[in-house]
């Protein structure tokens, strides 16, 4: 009796580390398929599109500015022109 429940406890430890085994293998092949179709994804996203932003206009035609973050924010005015314009009021 004491063999039988002995051999029952030996395979079922089996079957575990079996399946144990199985799932690791499983877990593994997915996640090394979905980091190949992310890095397909980000290839094909980089080298389809230029670098730059894009949004919609009001008549929902999308405009593309290619321009980068520095030359977008550069001020259009020289450094001796202001913004404010000094005026006389006339009557």
Same mark, same amino acid.
């Given at each position: 009796?004491?063999?039988?429940?002995?051999?029952?406890?030996?395979?079922?430890?089996?079957?575990?580390?079996?399946?144990?085994?199985?799932?690791?293998?499983?877990?593994?092949?997915?996640?090394?398929?979905?980091?190949?179709?992310?890095?397909?994804?980000?290839? *094909?996203?980089?080298?389809? *599109?230029?670098? @730059?932003?894009?949004?919609?206009?009001?008549? @929902?035609?999308?405009?593309?500015?290619?321009?980068?973050?520095?030359?977008?924010?550069?001020?259009?005015?020289?450094?001796?022109?202001?913004?404010?314009?000094?005026?006389?009021?006339?009557?």
């Amino acid at each position: 009796m004491d063999f039988i429940l002995k051999s029952i406890g030996v395979l079922l430890l089996s079957v575990l580390f079996v399946s144990l085994i199985a799932f690791l293998l499983t877990f593994r092949r997915i996640i090394k398929s979905v980091r190949q179709t992310i890095r397909q994804f980000n290839n *094909a996203t980089t080298s389809s *599109a230029p670098k @730059g932003s894009q949004r919609a206009g009001k008549t @929902g035609e999308v405009i593309i500015d290619s321009r980068t973050s520095e030359r977008m924010n550069q001020k259009i005015f020289e450094q001796n022109e202001g913004e404010y314009v000094d005026f006389t009021e006339e009557k």
